[in-house]
């Protein structure tokens, strides 16, 4: 059985980092592409970042360009997601996702296994 597990959300002030963490089991983790996505109240489920089985290919919304950093830990079967420079808009439930290939995508139906979601509250 496949689970994801994130944690690391909270309530932070605007220009505040988190880091975001999604630990995997049950799946074959270093031949994953990795993804989170974001989702707000009202709002479709929106694509943030992606990263390869290997870690070598990483891609972003343009939301988040310069601001976060995708990154895998396979010995430890972890994705992360550093988020500097938070901004308000930026409040959401974040996911973690895993694709059943190596190769990264940045459609939410790209991705076989979804985590339950950790909150992002970012106040002005």
């Known amino acids: 059985q496949v689970q994801l597990v994130e944690s690391g959300g909270g309530l932070v002030q605007a220009g505040a980092s988190l880091r975001l963490s999604c630990a995997a089991s049950?799946?074959?983790?270093?031949?994953?592409?990795m993804g989170w996505f974001r989702q707000s109240p009202g709002s479709e489920r929106e694509f943030v970042a992606t990263i390869s089985s290997g870690g070598g290919t990483t891609s972003y919304a343009d939301s988040g360009k310069g601001r976060f950093t995708i990154s895998r830990d396979n010995a430890k079967n972890t994705v992360y997601l550093q988020m500097n420079s938070l901004k308000p808009e930026d409040t959401a439930v974040y996911y973690c996702a895993a694709r059943n290939f190596p190769i990264p995508r940045a459609n939410t139906g790209a991705y076989a296994y979804w985590g339950q979601g950790t909150q992002v509250t970012v106040s002005s």
């Open positions: 049950g799946l074959a983790f270093s031949s994953s592409a």
